[in-house]
């Protein structure tokens, strides 16, 4: 910590070092094991890791247990509405392309309420990062069928067990034209989770991060034989994605998938015969909508003069 | 504007020489155009209302516009065109009936007809290529077109349109509009420079053939009317002196927003909305500003917001249904004191209802329609002028109250053309740059001061300044809290704010006396209507004043000390209200005029009310008759 007692001898700017304490916000209220500690602990180290300011910091959330996250990170925080995190991350950005922008959303928001922003967001490639906290359940609300929910998973809702087939997010999301980062991790899996956060956050684009998160209370026993049985885990390892080799003595099956083979990490999307984890796909060369819409300002004289000259048009 | 008037002498003295000329001169004529959907006639009627503009007439412009894109052929509902309606001075309505009519063909003149849109006595000029159409049916339909128009007075001249424009181009479809507007030119006498320069910026995106075949058009038309016709009409230009501008009421909205400093628009396409956008889309730019097409209604508010939050204030345009789809968003705007600018130019409803149609159905709807206890302000312009000037007000509300501030406008504004003068502008509209330094320390994000409600907005980049804004309830550091005391007083900090920008108000200026028999009530686009009638009316000795609201939430001071000094109040609005006298109607249930609930609840004054849901705007002398008679009904009581 160099910082006040140094500023004496330093301009007051000079920066500090920040640690995982200083990204600490409000006391975190989700249920005692609830995967979404996991994932704000990852957070966190990433934040310290990468040195990010707070005040340049911005967690956008939409309403679900999960979108309760920024308020217990220390930053800039907007815990908007139901399904609309991302139009609103999309504005922050577009306005000022020098925030750093996380989004944290649950299966209800993301692949529900806010599908179509979901779609357009991935579309759009604007630089942030998209965490989808999928727990295959309504939460908050207690206890009703996402499209995430497994088939004949029962719910308060379909007391009976949820009629369709699950919704597969990353299959979704890879259907997407300009998709230019798919991947998928587990809030169990804390090395693999920070290291696709970070992956995530140094990619220059959309990167979409379904994120397979235990509820204790309303889903616990969905992940359950995948906690317990390493081997229904496949990892996705690339130089060009992300690679774990502190999990391979646990995690046995791993898969040198090169992401940028979007055929193979459609085929792979669609499998259900176990859990594949990693970057499915990365192309960072695909068109980002705020570097594409991005315009120089202009100072409040220059910009009367261009209006003047734009009101010569209509002048009678 | 003398120049002018020697070209009126010549061009006079040159159609003389072989047909007596009657001049007719008026200090304010009506003319339209009129033909099936894609025929030119708006582009025409544009034109034509531009240059009167150019030569120091006072104009006014009404699109006629069917709902579809490309509606049938030849039927009545189909008729598209423009009423254009020029003056000595100022005109700031569109009038009663049409003195020149300009028709493409028998059915979209019937249309207009049958609407009462035409003046007994008024100049007809029809196309008469259908009168020997070589379809039966054509000239059946045109003969029983004739029947019914005949005896209604009309002067109709027959005009060989399509004949004369096949003599310049292949498909007669696609230069009519100009040949009508040649005729036109005669008959008012309009600066053919004026007008070649004005067809030059019309078809600036096309190739130089097309504007030399426009121009051709133009001059045959021209011709043709100084060879046919032996009427022509004088409407002398009073205006001049001061810069003026020309444009349309969405046009000015956009430009407003420059003006304003705002560099973000987040949009989705909605009629009448939607050419915002469109300006937006060629002169932003410039600006560094942006205009993003979301994906929906809903994510055009949440960038709007999102933007606004992070920086200088955002807006958004919408029309009624968009409205709708945004209210939850506009809830957390006002719940986080997030300002933003949200733009609603109104059309006919409820749902889908009328798009391309004027209405004021919205007001209460904007200022009630967030679930919750949502205090935030509405405004709406009256003018064109003022949608340029509402959105420098609107974002310095906005930012100063840190509140949503929804600004009405409506499809009369949106596509009438009026000339307004030139907004002299000032570095002061476009607001500074939100600061970035750092929040003295516990300083909280809604430090409310306890007597105004008012407290300073941090933005992301402030250090210190960080706090995670929440729609759940919250206290001063922005913590979700759902204490009864908090939310009791968060709410009136909300509340609180929208009575000191009220005590910020001058009360509103009577037009006419400050006292008498009758004050009419109006806001929106109607004011030209309503204050030409009031002025005739004055003229014949009624005692009649009215009284035009741009602020509707809050409302405007001191409005119950004026209606007491008023036999009878009542207000004239383009939204549905119950008549007194229809079945099942009492005084308890009628459902009145949106203003005219608000009023009535403000002041405790038995505010009565006169609306009409026709699609199309008020004319005045309608407001005559009903000025007339609520006198009569004793509003001298």
């Known amino acids: 910590m160099s910082g006040h007692s140094c500023s004496l001898l330093f301009p007051v700017e000079e920066e500090r070092e920040y640690s995982m304490a200083d990204y600490q916000g409000a006391q975190a209220r989700w249920c005692p094991g609830c995967g979404d500690h996991s994932v704000l602990t990852a957070t966190q180290r990433l934040l310290a890791a990468e040195q990010l300011k707070p005040e340049d910091t911005v967690f956008v959330s939409g309403i679900g247990c999960s979108s309760r996250f920024p308020h217990y990170v220390s930053s800039y925080g907007f815990h908007g509405i139901h399904g609309r995190a991302l139009p609103v991350a999309t504005g922050i950005k577009l306005h000022r392309p020098d925030l750093h922008v996380f989004v944290v959303m649950g299966d209800g928001d993301c692949t529900s309420i806010g599908a179509a922003h979901w779609l357009h967001a991935t579309r759009y490639n604007v630089d942030m990062v998209a965490l989808m906290l999928d727990n295959n359940i309504y939460g908050l609300t207690k206890m009703q069928t996402s499209p995430t929910t497994p088939k004949g998973y029962r719910s308060n809702t379909q007391p009976m067990g949820s009629y369709l087939p699950a919704l597969n997010p990353i299959e979704a999301t890879l259907g997407v034209t300009n998709a230019s980062f798919v991947a998928q991790t587990a809030e169990w899996m804390p090395a693999h989770l920070y290291a696709t956060l970070q992956a995530a956050y140094k990619h220059n684009g959309f990167a979409f991060v379904r994120i397979l998160q235990r509820c204790p209370v309303f889903t616990g026993d969905i992940y359950q034989d995948a906690v317990r049985n390493p081997e229904m885990i496949q990892m996705l390892e690339h130089p060009d994605g992300i690679e774990v080799p502190d999990l391979h003595q646990i995690y046995k099956d791993v898969n040198r998938h090169d992401p940028r083979n979007m055929d193979a990490a459609r085929e792979m999307a669609e499998k259900t015969d176990r859990i594949r984890v990693g970057v499915f796909f990365r192309d960072e060369s695909r068109p980002r909508y705020e570097e594409t819409r991005h315009l120089p300002l202009h100072t409040t004289d220059e910009k009367i003069g261009i209006l003047n000259e734009e009101l010569d048009k209509y002048a009678v | ?637």
């Open chain 2, 1 to 637: 504007m003398t120049t002018n008037a020697s070209a009126t002498d010549t061009a006079t003295d040159e159609s003389r020489t072989d047909i007596d000329v009657e001049v007719i001169r008026d200090r304010v004529h009506t003319v339209e155009i009129v033909s099936d959907s894609g025929e030119g006639a708006q582009k025409c009627g544009q034109i034509f209302g531009a240059v009167s503009a150019k030569m120091g007439n006072g104009v006014w412009t009404v699109e006629i516009i069917p709902a579809e894109i490309q509606p049938p052929a030849r039927s009545p509902a189909g008729a598209s065109g423009n009423r254009i309606r020029i003056g000595t001075k100022e005109v700031t309505n569109w009038g009663d009936r049409t003195n020149v009519c300009v028709a493409f063909n028998e059915q979209v003149l019937l249309a207009r007809h049958r609407l009462d849109a035409i003046e007994p006595g008024a100049l007809i000029l029809v196309e008469n290529m259908w009168k020997e159409h070589r379809d039966e049916d054509v000239r059946a339909e045109w003969r029983a077109a004739m029947d019914e128009l005949e005896g209604c007075g009309y002067r109709i001249i027959e005009v060989p349109m399509e004949e004369r424009c096949l003599t310049v181009v292949d498909d007669a479809r696609k230069g009519k509009n100009m040949f009508a507007l040649g005729m036109l030119a005669w008959i008012f006498d309009r600066d053919l420079d004026l007008t070649r320069d004005q067809i030059a910026y019309a078809f600036r995106k096309k190739s130089e053939e097309v504007y030399e075949k426009n121009v051709t058009l133009l001059e045959l038309g021209y011709a043709w009317a100084g060879e046919n016709l032996d009427i022509r009409i004088d409407i002398p230009p009073g205006l001049g002196g001061e810069d003026m501008v020309v444009m349309n009421g969405n046009q000015a909205v956009a430009f407003g927003a420059v003006a304003a400093g705002m560099e973000l628009a987040a949009m989705y396409p909605i009629t009448p909305a939607t050419s915002v956008s469109h300006q937006l889309g060629e002169i932003f730019h410039k600006f560094g500003g942006i205009v993003h097409q979301a994906e929906d209604e809903i994510a055009a508010a949440g960038v709007a917001i999102g933007a606004s939050y992070s920086g200088k204030v955002a807006f958004t345009i919408t029309s009624g249904p968009g409205l709708a789809l945004k209210t939850e968003f506009l809830g957390l705007a006002i719940m986080s004191e997030i300002p933003l600018v949200v733009v609603d130019v109104q059309r006919g409803g409820p749902s889908t209802g009328l798009p391309t149609k004027v209405e004021q159905s919205d007001l209460l709807a904007t200022i009630f329609g967030q679930p919750g206890d949502a205090p935030h302000v509405v405004m709406a312009a009256a003018t064109i002028e003022e949608c340029f000037h509402s959105m420098i007000t609107a974002r310095r509300i906005a930012e100063t109250f840190r509140t949503v501030v929804i600004v009405l406008s409506d499809a009369n504004l949106a596509t009438g053309v009026q000339p307004f003068r030139r907004p002299s502008l000032d570095p002061v509209w476009m607001g500074s740059r939100p600061d970035t330094g750092p929040v003295p320390e516990s300083k909280p994000p809604y430090d409310w001061d306890e007597d105004t409600g008012l407290s300073q907005r941090f933005i992301p980049g402030q250090p210190g300044g960080m706090h995670t804004v929440t729609g759940l309830a919250h206290d001063e550091a922005s913590h979700v809290a759902y204490a009864s005391d908090i939310n009791q007083k968060s709410s009136a900090m909300r509340s609180r704010k929208i009575a000191v920008l009220n005590s910020t108000m001058q009360p509103p200026k009577v037009n006419g006396s400050d006292s008498g028999d009758l004050l009419i009530v109006g806001w929106g686009s109607t004011k030209g209507a309503i204050e030409e009638a009031v002025e005739t009316a004055r003229e014949q000795g009624l005692s009649v004043s009215s009284l035009h609201l741009r602020f509707l939430s809050p409302l405007e001071p001191g409005l119950k000390e004026i209606f007491q000094r008023f036999g009878k109040v009542m207000t004239v609005e383009i939204n549905y209200s119950d008549e007194p006298d229809a079945p099942f109607i009492t005084a308890e249930n009628r459902r009145r005029g949106q203003l005219a609930w608000l009023l009535r609840a403000a002041t405790l004054v038995d505010v009565d009310c006169w609306t009409r849901v026709l699609g199309e705007p008020l004319r005045p002398g309608v407001i005559l008759d009903v000025i007339r008679s609520n006198i009569a009904k004793g509003g001298a009581a």
